[in-house]
């Protein structure tokens, strides 16, 4: 059952971010393929093919051939990563060292070494 959540779910996932969604389109390629076979009967895929894809016209079913897939695409969803400009790194050439102080040496608002060594202790015993 997970398999098949995971398969519907990327599924979703590639159909709504990509162009997987033009081939949901192809049942509109095929009905339209018929069309033209039945108003001529000589005409073969490769022909239909090339005659809206290759070399595009605008005729009567100008409106039918824009819904083929891979003919008009659209906006996709898009993903931008912006980088804070209020976060600043100063480095500095002083060394202070200040008695009783435990020097640090790499400290900073986004990492700090002492509170996630605290987080992934080990649970202690203690005997008594």
Not at 28 to 45: A, D, Y
Not at 83 to 112: C, R
């Amino acid at each position: 059952m997970r398999r098949l959540i995971s398969i519907v779910l990327l599924s979703f996932y590639l159909v709504s971010t990509t162009e997987l969604y033009q081939l949901l389109k192809i049942p509109v390629l095929i009905e339209h393929f018929l069309q033209h076979k039945g108003q001529n009967k000589n005409i073969t895929l490769i022909d239909f093919l090339k005659m809206h894809y290759d070399h595009p016209v605008k005729d009567a079913d100008y409106q039918t051939d824009q819904k083929l897939p891979f003919v008009s695409h659209a906006n996709l969803l898009s993903v931008v990563f912006i980088i804070n400009p209020s976060v600043d790194f100063h480095f500095t050439d002083k060394i202070y060292n200040a008695p009783g102080i435990k020097k640090t040496f790499y400290k900073s608002i986004l990492y700090n070494k002492e509170i996630l060594n605290s987080i992934w202790e080990p649970p202690k015993f203690y005997q008594s």
